[in-house]
């Protein structure tokens, strides 16, 4: 299958570069300059073409520009698609209609983990295309179908606002560390081994038991997590999700 990617931002770099191995691509870029551009600074086998210049009849477009461009991008572009695979966070299946003419439409939410094939990605729309989304979505990490849009507006403010939440959090233990003395290097190396081995733990084992294997009576961990508390973390935590959430509506 041929995919064509609109647009050659971050989030169509991240899906460029984990889906390359597995389909064929076109890169289409505001500019046939930047799309050729993009090609080449991440070494991609793709055709290049300028949005202008793109008959989108028949193809498979993964939509990949900033929301507030669905509607000037869509009157670049020429035809009626086959489907539209669009990662436009907040933007409904009937703003893809009124912007695109397809025959089908997903919304799709990647993150950034696409670029090493590890994004969690949520689907939802034409539930005749459930098991070709997850095929495709799959070459770039786990996939989950959702039943409906607001499912999926709330899974972006976790899935695919999560890696800056996690980033701020790894960012602040590891000043942690070193305000108490630990070099900077150690600190971050010791910060990306948490994560690695954390996450795999994760994948077998509820958070809350994790948290009990770890917090002895009185001990360390214990200390620790009580000051996480006291700070209110874990509110924080929760209300990122409600604003993200709010933010697409």
């Known amino acids: 299958m041929t995919l064509s ?32 551009a ?6 991609l086998k793709a055709t ?17 520009v900033k929301p507030y461009a669905l509607s ?18 907040g933007s409904s299946v009937n703003a893809l209609k009124d912007a695109l003419q397809a025959k089908a439409y997903v919304r799709a939410m990647p993150n950034v983990a696409a670029e090493v094939n590890y994004s969690m990605t949520t689907l939802t729309g034409d539930a005749s295309l459930e098991k070709e989304s997850i095929e495709i979505f799959s070459s770039i990490g786990p996939t989950l179908w959702l039943n ?4 999926l507006d709330i899974a972006t403010g976790l899935a695919g606002s999560g890696p800056a939440y996690l980033a701020l959090i790894a960012e602040a233990l590891a000043d942690g560390a070193v305000k108490q003395g630990l070099k900077r290097t150690d600190a971050q190396k010791l910060t990306n081994g948490l994560f690695l081995g954390f996450s795999k733990l ?12 770890v917090m002895s009576p009185g001990g360390t961990t214990a200390a620790g997590y009580s000051a996480l508390e006291k700070n209110g973390v874990r509110a924080g935590c929760i209300d990122a999700i409600e604003a993200a959430y709010q933010k697409t509506l």
């Open 148 to 151: 409906s849009e607001k499912e």
């Open 202 to 213: 994760l994948q077998t084992t509820h958070p809350a038991l994790l948290k009990d294997s």
């Open 48 to 64: 290049s073409f300028a949005m202008q210049d793109f008959d989108i009849s028949d193809k498979n477009l993964l939509f990949c």
């Open 5 to 36: 990617i609109i647009g050659t931002g971050n989030m169509a770099k991240a899906l460029a570069l984990g889906l390359k191995e597995n389909y064929d691509l076109e890169i289409v870029g505001r500019t046939l300059d930047k799309a050729e």
């Open 72 to 89: 000037p991008v869509g009157e670049m572009l020429k035809g009626k698609a086959n489907t539209i695979y669009s990662i436009l966070a």
């Open 38 to 43: 993009f090609i080449k600074e991440h070494d």
